[in-house]
Each structure stands twice: as C-alpha cells, then as structure tokens.
C-alpha cells in the first residue's frame, strides 16, 4: 500500500518559515511527479506547488519567491520550503504524488499537515 507522510507543519508567526517533508513508500519515487496542495477552511483544495520526475517546478502565484518545491530521489522525499509566511498561508497541506499515463492519471494523497501562520 503507498504512503505518503507528511511533516513539519505547525504554528509559526507572519514572516516566518517552515519546511514541509513527505516521505513516499511503496512507489517507484523518481518515476512520480509531486506536488503540495492546501486546503483552507471553507475553501476547495488548492495547488500550492508541483515538480516533476524530470525537476520542473511549477508554483500557484500567491507563493511565487516565497516557496520551494525540491526532491530527493534518494531518499523518497519532497520538500516545500515556505518563507515570508502570512496569515492566509494558514491551511492543511497534502502532498500528492502522480504519474501520468496514456489515458490516464495514477494520484495518491498523504493525510495533511497543518500550517497556522498567526499575525
């Protein structure tokens, strides 16, 4: 069974910083894009960040110079480093690892860590 486990979420004050971890099992890691999404109360599901097997990154607009997606191959891990935090960077965030087929999209979900930025 894959599982994806996210850490590293917690409080932390407006302008601060925090690195999210998720450690994938049970996948051929380096084959799967990752990504991060968040989810605030009241609010759809977000994409925060993608990278993909090859290391393109892709990034929502209202994180751009503030977050960064990275990937150790090595050790089944994605990262999202998250700096200049504010107070609607407060959410869940979920990683996501996805593998892109003919017809198809193959996608699995970790559980959520929460981020709470005070102001």
């Known amino acids: 069974q894959v599982q994806l486990v996210e850490s590293g979420g917690g409080l932390v004050q407006a302008g601060g910083s925090l690195r999210l971890s998720c450690a994938a099992s049970?996948?051929?890691?380096?084959?799967?894009?990752m990504g991060w999404y968040r989810q605030a109360p009241g609010k759809e599901r977000e994409l925060v960040a993608t990278?993909?097997?090859?290391?393109?990154?892709n990034y929502a607009d209202s994180v751009k110079g503030r977050f960064t997606i990275s990937r150790d191959n090595a050790k089944n891990t994605v990262y999202l480093q998250m700096n200049s935090l504010k107070p609607e960077d407060t959410a869940v965030y979920y990683c996501?690892?996805?593998?892109?087929?003919?017809?198809?999209?193959?996608?699995?979900w970790g559980q959520g860590t929460q981020v709470t930025v005070s102001s």
């Open positions: 996501n690892a996805f593998l892109l087929l003919q017809y198809g999209k193959i996608d699995y």
């Open positions: 049970r996948i051929i890691f380096s084959s799967y894009g």
């Open positions: 990278i993909t097997s090859g290391g393109s990154t």
